[in-house]
Nanobody, 117 residues
């Protein structure tokens, strides 16, 4: 069983930055792809970014050039560095893992990110 715990969300002004973290417990962290998905009220769920076990990354067009996903397998931790945040980035951000990017078997409880002046 895998457990994922996110942290790092909060309130930030437009143009600001936040760094999300996700600590994974259980086996197999380093072998599986991981990612971040966000859900905003009234909007479709969106896979923001994903990273494979070998470090290959992919991003939604909406965040390319602003967000960076990374992982530290020694610490069982996934990160999402978010820069140049905009109000449209406001959402609950979930940490995920599973057999393939976008095919997530496990979800954290989420962390709220609010971008507002």
């Amino acid at each position: 069983q895998v457990q994922l715990v996110e942290s790092g969300g909060g309130l930030v002004q437009p143009g600001g930055s936040l760094r999300l973290s996700c600590v994974a417990s259980g086996s197999g962290f380093s072998r599986n792809p991981m990612g971040w998905t966000r859900q905003a009220p009234g909007k479709q769920r969106e896979v923001v970014a994903s990273i494979t076990s070998t470090g290959s990354t992919s991003y939604a067009d909406s965040v390319k050039g602003r967000f960076t996903i990374s992982r530290d397998n020694a610490k069982n931790t996934l990160y999402l560095q978010m820069n140049s945040l905009q109000p449209d980035d406001t959402a609950v951000y979930y940490c995920n893992t599973g057999p393939a990017p976008g095919y997530w078997d496990y979800w954290g409880r989420g962390t709220q990110v609010t971008v507002s002046s």
